[in-house]
């Protein structure tokens, strides 16, 4: 399994791993320790991040080139290609954003979380942007 990456669910039950083992994500159960759920993605998921009212689960796939949405009740994903190696993830939930950095290049796409299509791009003047923290406000 390896999970590389974890975010707690909204109401703090459930912890969302992303597994660059087996290419997965998995969804745990803290007060039984058990997994519940177990989703196949892109080879070498890394970031996620849930949405604010758990509908929702976004995790990247950096050998792929990935980002995908997962609607937590019913399973479906949503695919969106971004290269070059879609890294960390932070979700804005008052903003209705999604914010993904590259792992090879200095930029972070904004992203549509419904439609997963890039709304923008910032360009980093160095480097690459590897964690994100981003206020929600």
């Given amino acids: 399994m390896k999970p590389e990456h974890m975010v707690l669910g909204s109401q703090?039950?459930?912890?969302?791993?992303?597994?660059?083992?087996?290419?997965?994500?998995s969804v745990i159960d803290l007060a039984s320790g058990t997994i519940k759920q177990t989703y196949a993605v892109g080879q070498e998921p890394h970031g996620i991040d849930t949405s604010a009212d758990g509908r929702w689960l976004f995790v990247t796939s950096k050998q792929d080139g990935l980002i995908t949405r997962i609607d937590l009740s019913s399973g479906e994903q949503k695919t969106s290609e971004l290269s070059p190696t879609p890294y960390h993830l932070a979700y804005l939930g008052k903003l209705n954003k999604l914010y993904v950095s590259s792992r090879k290049e200095p930029k972070i796409w904004v992203i549509d979380p419904v439609t997963l299509m890039v709304k923008n791009i910032i360009a980093l003047e160095k480097g690459v942007a590897h964690q994100m923290v981003i206020r929600d406000e």
């Fill in 12 to 25: 703090g039950r459930l912890l969302y791993t992303a597994n660059t083992g087996d290419a997965s994500v």
